[in-house]
Structure formats: structure tokens, C-alpha cells
């Protein structure tokens, strides 16, 4: 509307403003970040421990203030009131500075980590230096860049599940699942992997070990140093690999039929905790078209092939031909991926096949072939498995997916693509997960009956940029591989027409197909397909 | 080929062109002098309380129409000529069509206030009332105050959405609870409350005697009827209820009342038009039902029908069992079947609310039968389905209590109430 102010500040008229409280707190949180700012200039603070607890504290503590500036005495409910007004949110400068600032933060994360301080020999200096107390509480060991970017990441996942809690405190599924990834974070991507590392010997040497990031997720959980520690490290560490192999072909389907993807992706995993929670105010800006859902499909599926052969390489490169010395040999190895994958097509095939559209059956097809010729090509006397070298594409895929997608764009461009891009067009695991999602699981979305109004809530508030709306108006199922199982679509429905629920597959996608309210000769001619 | 021209793209019309495309090669035609593209009124809120923009309203992507042969032409109609079948717009130009549907909604009540038509004063139906809402209420430094008139489904949206820029609102309700025409007590009772605690200036049995001009021509005050009281304000929302959006059809021959007159086919006395939504009036009232039904749901049933209808399959409008939702504030309500506000012969209500005051149901029951008539519910969601088989099997109430948790649709991890509901029922039963 042309009377809205389109300036830049953050003052205005509400609900676009900032209230005193939420202006104190942006002060406090930013004075936080400023103390590893200038850590990162080289500024030497004297006493490490007392400032990196300051800085820590003054983003926690601000973050949460925000909050209670933002919700405190508001009657409960939806409060999304001004969202596509603030620039912080509609793509607007603030939102732009902090999707550039986020951006170069991964940028020197990922490739120069040597900015925050990390050397190679000798001591830490800068920002990573300054994280060197809190590590060594932890693990004993001085700090990395990893280090400063897993305890950044917890904070960022604990403040802003406090916030996010704040503000759907009239929803006890979303509250619940907040304290479950804030938990899974915390827990087992932060603090056990640390105390683990004191456990490390001579002998005894695990690998850094996040056990909830699931292999493709983690795409080097089977790299050759990786099983070499694991072997090394006895009984434990095979119970380690173990846990690791039953984690994506036992533990994840089940529960994936069981409840969709959504026990992992919006409850678990760190990625997904992080868009759930920090991500949260970007929620809405995800790409609903049509076109984005077929990129969708194309980008996050190319990804989990890209991985599969990424994997089988790596594994294969380090396997032997000698069955005497150990069983499972390079031959052995790739043909049992490849019919694996052929018994596995074969079945979605033959039960699941009138539920594939045209674009699904030519991507199944045309990736089967090309993985089983990479393989035939082995057989065939050719060196490298899959032309590639195996080294080369671990390089890539960790280049172009891990960091750069997952890292750079996926959570750098938060403020102007959304909150789960990574997970929407590039996770393999959630292309995993939402395979079986589609095609063998007990968890939908149900529409309640006749009662939509068609208002579009939902869509804009889908982060996975499903377009909740086309189904719910015409009183279908919402059964979609990408959906997170967030519950926000049901929690912003002014009618109350949305509902996530696991039930018998039976009319699981098709639901009631039927918008109630109307003459039932009529439905069944509606109806009539 | 034949030409369908429909007046109106909200969803009743839209809806017909939908399913005359679904079941036919017809040409169609779309005309309206609102918007380009079909959009959700009832999203129009959301968009001043910045949850949504407009484009995030509209429910089909802008290539869907041309995707499915619906043209859309934007203008106004004047009049028609149903002797030529011809369509004239304000602008100059006509149009011709084989068969006319009129779906052209309403229009906010007006009911003669001096100074209704004043600058500042508005209703808020259409997507121009929306612009206009921006300009008379941008902020609280424009907008000091604002009265809305009339206590309703849209009153209560107008003060929501002033609450969210921190403008004042005095809101005027002329019955002595708010929406007390339609609610029973306690939940109306509910409802004053929760207006109420977001700090809106509720006065119950309060009617608008005028509106007080500045020297510009824009309304400055209002008085209040009953005290006399003057009250100083930037912007009167009028929401006495809408009617039929009918005015340029006065001379077209076609048969008027408070709306376009149909028959249960929703055809009007003129061959080869007809009407549906919220300008159509039935000649005789369908059951318990309005005889103008301004209804979301209603107009979205009526297109589905008159679709039929046109396509050959010539059928009575015949809507199933009455339901209807909307959300005050922060609560949300539904009902299914009839709950009136006041008990009708043989009947009785039952009333259950929870102490935290944000959630209360109250259901019908036929005295002489025990048999389930409806069910109002705020705050718990409730299951269409299940419902609508109930009142299909025409349960009694003692059934629908025993298993509703059945019909429960609140988000998994929810707290059920259903058992301190059937303790409350069995309480009262025995008391009674």
C-alpha cells in the first residue's frame, strides 16, 4: 500500500516498530557479537574467559529479551503482525545486510578459516582463540573453527527456541518440538561429541561423532578415517559404525512410516533445528510457484544420487580384492550397492508406480541406468570406479553440497530465500526421507471437511514452499516428500481446517476428497473423475 | 461455441467457471471491476496486519486461467440488455453472452446515518475498501481513534486489524452482547470479554446517531445515541452487515427483492441468467437458511451447482447439513447444524465453558426426541466429517457427548476437554 513508510529504519509505525525493550535487547545482543567482531580484528582481550562469557551471554540474553519485548503481554495466538512490512523480513535492507553479513561469515568459515584466527602451527589467535577457554572445558583440547561455529550454532538454536517458543505458547505440538531439537542440538551435536573427545587415547581414538546426523546428511561418516577409528576404538567404536549403518536402513524407515520425516527433520536434526528457530522470521519468503516445486525435485534428487556414487566410491577405494583377508571386498562392495538399488527401484516400481508422475518415472529410470552402467564400467576393466576418481568427487561433493549449498546459500541467504532452502532443494537426507514420505508412510496433513477459505495462511507460512492452500481448498490430504512436519500451516489456519496426523495408508493421499456442506448427488458428481 | 460470461470473479463465480470448465469446452469469461486475479476476501485482514500481501490471496498461480481457457476482462457492468444478451460496461464497449451468471457479492449496509458518506467513513468488503482503509487509517498519528459500527464477523476483523497498528477503537454493538443476533450468551458473553482484554472500547446496546463533519467535508465525531456522548475519530468503520450488490440491474427486467431472485436452480425469471453467492435470494428460504446467504462456503456450493446446471445437468441448489467458522481474535469458532441464540420451540442447550475463558461449546438438543440439532464450539476444533454423519444419522445429544472425542481436530498434543465436557452434561442432566 503506497502510505506504508518504505524507509530503512527501525523505528516507524507498529506493528512495523521496534518497542523500547526489543531496542535495549538489539543493543545488548549486538554488543555480544561486537566482543568476537573485535576478537576477529586481533583485538586482545585480557582475560579470555570472563569476555568470550560476556560476549556468549550478551547474545543469549538479548536474544531472549527480543522476545519478551515482542510477546510479553500479548494475549496468546498468531501474532504474525507486520511481517511483510519490516525489511528485516520482506527482503528489504535490514534483510539484505543480514543475509550478506550471514553469507560471509560462511564464506570465511568454510574456506578462510585462517580469518577467525585458525593456525595451522602454533597457537590460536582472534576469534577462535577467544572460544580456546570454553573448548578446553569441554574437551580439553584449544578451540577450532568449528568449535566457535558449533557453540554459535547451539546459542543460536537455544535463544531462538526460547523466542519461538515465546511465540507459539498456545501450541503445545510446536512447543514440544522446539525443546526437542533445542535438546538434540545442545545434547548431541554440542556437548557429547566434546566429552567424547576426552575419552580419546593412544588407543582409543573416535571420531567427532554427532550420533543424529545421519548419513547423507553426513557424508563422510564412512570415510576411510573415519571406519579406521571406529575399528580402531574396539567394541565401542564398532558399536559406533554399527549404530551408524542401522541408523539410515532400519532406525530411519521405521520411524518414517511411523511418522513421516517429520520425527527427524523438525525434531531432530540440527539443519532443521536451526531453520525451525533462527530461521523462523524468514519462514514465509520461500518460492510457492509451481516452478520452484519442479526444481525442487530435480535439484535435491540429482543431490542424493550425487551422494550415492560419492559414497560408493569413497568406500570402494579403500576396500581390497582379497576375499581371504576380509569379506566384504571391492567386488563384493559395489555389486551389492548395485542390486540394492535395483531391488529397491524394482519395488517402488511394481507396488508404488501409478503413484509416480511422468517427471518421477523418467528421473527413477534415467538415474538407475546411469549408476548401473558407472558400476558395469568397473566390471568392465575400467580403473576408476564411475570414471571419476573417487577422491575428486568427495572433493566436489564436499565443496559444492556441504559447504556451499548447505552452508552458504542454505543458511546464509536465510533472510531473502527462507529458512529451509538446504532442506527443500538440497538435503539427500530429507530426499530420503521424503521418498518414503510419499510412498510408504502413515503421516499426512488432513483437511478439515468444507472449511477452508482458501485465505492462504498456510502457503505463505510453509517453509518448505508447499502450496498448502491448492489441496486444502479442494478438501485433499496434504501428503507431500518435502513436508517437515512443522505444524505451523495447521497453527496459522484461522478455521481450523489443518491437521498433521498418522493414520492407516488406506485413503491416506486422496483423504476425504469430498468439500463437505454440499448436496451428496451433487459430491458424487463433482466427483465423478 | 457457447459463451458463459460471469459477473464477479470472487468465489462463487469462480467456482461456477472452475467446474464448467471441468465439465465442458465452453468459452468463459470472467468479468470484474475489482481485480485482475481471483483473490480471498476473507484474507483482505491479513494483508493490512502485514501476515500476508495480496499476491499471497490469491489462490491460483495468474497462469492458471489462461491454462484452463478462462478469460478475464476487467470492467465494470452498467447494464444489461437480456433482450440481445448484451453486456454494457462504464467505459463504452459490450460484450455478448449465451448465458449470464450474476455473481457480483455485496455491499456494506448503510442505513441512513447523516454523514455516512463522508471521507473517513467506510465499510470493508472489497479490495478498494482495503486501499481506502490504508489511506484513512495508515498509523495512530493519522488515525487517533477509530468507531466501528456494527457488532459482527467484520466489525470484529476491522478492530482486530486497527489493534495491530496500536490505533483506538470504540467499537458500537447494537444488540447488548456482542453478535448476539446469532450467538448464544455465554459464547457472546466470551467473546465481550476477549474484546475486552485487547484493550477494544466495547460498547454493548450503543447505536451510531450521526457523524460529525470537520470543515473539510471528513468525518471528526460521532454521537452516540443512547448517552448523546460525542466521540472524536479519524476513521468510522460501518459494518452493520452487507446486502446484495445488485444496484445497476434496476432496469434490466430482471426480477429484484434485497437480492437477484432465484429458484432452487438459481435461475432468475430471465432465461438464461442466473445468480449465486451473496447477491442471489432465494424466493423461498432452503430449511433454516437464509433466504440470502452472504457465506463464504454458500457462494463456493452455489458455482458448483449452477455449473451442473449450465452444463446440461439441470439440478436444485440443495445444501447438506449448515456449517460456518470464523476466528475473534484469538478464537477460534465453528459450528455445525443449528444452534440459534436463543432456544426455539423444543429445544435445549447445553453449555460447557473451561475456566481459562477461551473455550466453550454449546450444543442443541430437540427436547421431545433427545436428537442432536448442532453444535457451536470455540477454542477446540472440531471435525466437519464426523459431524456432518451425525446430524446425517441424526444421533441424539447423549451420543454426540459420549463420543466427541471423536470429532476432536485439535493439533496432536493438544489438552482434551471431553471428559470434563461429559462430566458437565451428566452433571446437568441429573440436575435437570
Known amino acids: ?529 | 461455441m457457447e459463451h458463459i460470461v460471469i459477473i464477479g470473479n470472487g468465489i462463487s463465480g469462480v467456482s461456477a467457471a472452475r467446474h464448467i470448465r471441468k465439465l465442458s469446452d465452453k468459452k468463459i469469461t470472467i468479468i470484474s471491476a475489482e481485480t485482475d486475479h481471483f483473490f480471498s476476501r476473507t484474507a483482505l485482514m491479513y494483508i493490512y496486519m502485514g501476515h500476508m500481501k495480496y499476491e499471497h490471496t490469491k489462490p491460483y498461480e495468474d497462469y492458471f486461467w489462461s491454462k484452463n481457457r478462462i478469460e478475464l476482462k476487467r470492467a465494470y457492468v452498467s447494464k444489461i440488455n437480456s433482450g440481445n444478451k448484451e453486456l454494457h460496461f462504464a467505459d463504452g464497449g459490450t460484450m455478448n453472452y449465451d448465458k449470464l451468471i450474476i455473481a457480483t457479492g455485496s455491499k456494506p449496509n448503510k442505513f441512513g446515518w447523516p454523514g455516512q458518506d463522508l471521507d473517513g467513513v467506510q465499510g470493508l468488503y472489497s479490495f478498494q475498501d482495503l486501499e481506502q482503509l490504508e489511506k484513512n487509517a495508515p498509523n495512530k498519528e493519522v488515525c487517533k481513534r477509530a468507531v466501528i459500527v456494527g457488532g459482527g464477523l467484520i466489525g470484529i476483523e476491522l478492530a482486530e486489524m486497527l489493534h495491530t497498528r496500536n490505533i483506538p477503537v470504540t467499537f458500537l454493538v447494537r444488540e447488548s452482547s456482542f453478535w448476539h443476533g446469532v450467538l448464544p450468551i455465554g459464547e457472546s458473553e466470551m467473546i465481550n470479554r476477549h474484546i475486552k482484554n485487547h484493550h477494544i472500547d466495547l460498547r454493548l446496546s450503543s447505536n451510531l446517531k450521526e457523524i460529525l463533519p470537520d470543515e473539510n467535508g471528513r468525518a471528526r465525531a460521532v454521537i452516540i445515541q443512547e448517552t448523546g456522548e460525542e466521540l472524536a475519530c479519524d476513521l468510522v468503520g460501518l459494518t452493520a452487515g452487507v446486502s446484495p450488490n445488485i444496484d445497476f440491474l434496476k432496469d434490466s427486467g430482471i426480477e429484484l427483492g434485497r437480492g437477484v431472485k432465484v429458484n432452487r436452480f438459481l435461475e432468475t425469471n430471465v432465461n438464461d441468467i442466473y445468480a449465486i453467492g451473496d447477491c442471489a435470494e432465494q424466493h423461498e428460504p432452503i430449511g433454516n437458511r437464509r433466504p440470502i446467504e452472504a457465506v463464504w462456503y454458500t457462494g463456493r456450493m452455489m458455482g458448483e451447482t449452477v455449473a451442473q446446471t449450465i452444463c446440461g445437468n439441470r439440478i436444485e441448489y440443495k445444501p447438506g447439513h449448515w456449517f460456518n467458522s470464523a476466528k475473534f481474535f484469538d478464537i477460534e469458532y465453528q459450528t455445525y447444524g443449528w444452534v440459534f441464540a436463543q432456544p426455539r420451540e423444543n429445544e435445549t442447550h447445553f453449555h460447557w465453558k473451561h475456566e481459562d475463558d477461551t473455550k466453550c461449546i454449546t450444543i442443541n438438543t430437540e427436547i421431545s426426541t433427545g436428537k442432536f440439532l448442532g453444535i457451536n464450539t470455540f477454542g477446540i476444533r472440531m471435525r466437519h466429517e464426523v459431524f456432518d454423519r451425525w446430524l446425517t444419522e441424526e444421533r441424539s445429544t447423549e451420543y454426540v457427548v459420549e463420543h466427541l472425542v471423536e470429532a476432536n481436530f485439535d493439533p496432536e498434543f493438544y489438552k482434551k476437554f471431553e471428559s470434563q465436557i461429559k462430566a458437565a452434561f451428566h452433571q446437568q442432566t441429573v440436575n435437570a
Open chain 1, 1 to 529: 500500500m503506497s502510505t506504508i513508510q518504505r524507509d530503512m529504519s527501525l523505528t516507524g509505525q507498529p506493528p512495523k516498530a521496534l518497542n523500547s525493550v526489543q531496542k535495549i535487547a538489539t543493543v545488548i545482543g549486538l554488543a555480544g557479537l561486537a566482543i568476537i567482531t573485535l576478537a576477529g580484528f586481533n583485538v586482545d582481550f585480557p582475560n579470555k574467559t570472563l569476555w568470550l562469557t560476556i560476549s556468549l551471554l550478551a547474545i543469549t540474553f538479548g536474544i531472549i529479551l527480543f522476545a519478551r519485548g515482542a510477546y510479553q503481554g500479548q494475549i496468546e495466538g498468531i501474532k504474525n503482525h507486520g511481517v511483510w512490512f519490516k525489511s528485516i523480513s520482506n527482503r528489504g535492507f535490514w534483510g539484505w545486510v543480514a543475509g550478506i553479513a550471514l553469507t560471509g561469515f560462511y564464506i570465511i568459515l568454510y574456506f578462510f578459516a585462517e580469518y577467525l584466527g585458525l593456525n595451522s602451527d602454533g597457537e590460536n589467535t582472534g576469534i577462535i582463540a577467544l572460544f580456546d577457554p570454553l573448548s578446553r572445558l569441554l574437551s580439553g583440547n584449544p578451540a577450532s573453527q568449528w568449535f566457535v561455529y558449533g557453540t554459535l550454532y547451539t546459542i543460536a538454536i537455544f535463544a531462538f527456541g526460547i523466542k519461538f517458543i515465546w511465540k507459539y505458547r498456545h501450541n503445545r505440538y510446536e512447543k514440544i518440538r522446539t525443546v526437542s531439537v533445542m535438546f538434540f542440538q545442545t545434547a548431541f551435536a554440542f556437548l557429547i561429541p566434546e566429552f567424547m573427545a576426552r575419552l580419546n587415547s593412544d588407543s582409543f581414538n573416535l571420531p567427532y561423532y554427532d550420533l543424529k546426523n545421519i548419513w547423507p546428511l553426513n557424508y563422510y561418516n564412512f570415510e576411510q578415517y573415519r571406519v579406521d577409528s571406529f575399528i580402531s576404538s574396539g567394541e565401542v567404536g564398532l558399536a559406533f559404525l554399527i549404530f551408524g549403518i542401522v541408523s539410515i536402513f532400519v532406525i530411519t524407515p521405521i520411524l518414517t512410516y511411523k511418522y513421516g520425516k517429520r520425527w527427524y527433520c523438525s525434531w531432530v536434526c540440527g539443519c532443521g533445528g536451526l531453520a525451525e528457530t533462527a530461521g523462523d522470521p524468514f519462514r514465509h519468503l520461500s518460492d510457492k510457484s509451481m516452478n520452484a516445486w519442479k526444481i525442487e525435485r530435480w535439484v535435491i534428487h540429482s543431490v542424493l544420487v550425487f551422494v550415492v556414487v560419492m559414497t560408493t566410491a569413497v568406500i570402494s577405494t579403500y576396500l581390497g580384492y582379497d576375499p581371504n583377508k576380509y569379506w566384504l571386498t571391492k567386488d563384493v562392495f559395489l555389486i551389492g550397492v548395485g542390486v540394492f538399488l535395483t531391488v529397491l527401484f524394482a519395488a517402488i516400481w511394481y507396488f508404488k508406480r501409478e503413484e509416480l508422475e511422468k517427471d518421477a518415472r523418467y528421473g527413477a529410470i534415467g538415474y538407475l541406468v546411469i549408476i548401473i552402467a558407472l558400476l558395469g564400467l568397473h566390471f568392465s576393466g575400467q580403473g576408476n570406479v564411475f570414471i571419476f576418481e573417487a577422491e575428486s568427487l568427495r572433493k566436489s561433493y564436499g565443496f559444492l553440497i556441504g559447504a556451499v549449498f548447505s552452508g552458504v546459500i542454505g543458511t546464509g541467504f536465510y533472510p531473502i530465500f527462507g529458512s529451509r532452502v538446504w532442506c527443500r532443494f538440497g538435503c539427500p537426507m530429507a530426499a530420503i526421507l521424503g521418498l518414503q514420505q510419499r510412498l510408504f508412510s502413515k503421516f499426512r496433513i488432513t483437511t478439515n471437511g468444507g472449511q477452508c477459505i482458501s485465505c492462504g495462511n498456510c502457503s505463505t507460512y510453509c517453509e518448505m514452499g508447499i502450496d498448502v492452500r491448492a489441496y486444502a481448498q479442494k478438501g485433499e490430504n496434504i501428503v507431500r516428500a518435502s513436508c517437515v512436519g512443522c505444524g505451523i500451516c495447521s497453527a496459522v489456519c484461522p478455521r481450523g481446517v489443518l491437521k498433521l496426523e498418522n493414520g492407516p495408508m488406506e485413503g491416506r493421499i486422496e483423504g476425504n476428497d469430498v468439500l463437505l456442506g454440499n448436496d451428496v448427488d451433487l459430491m458424487s458428481l463433482v466427483n465423478n473423475k
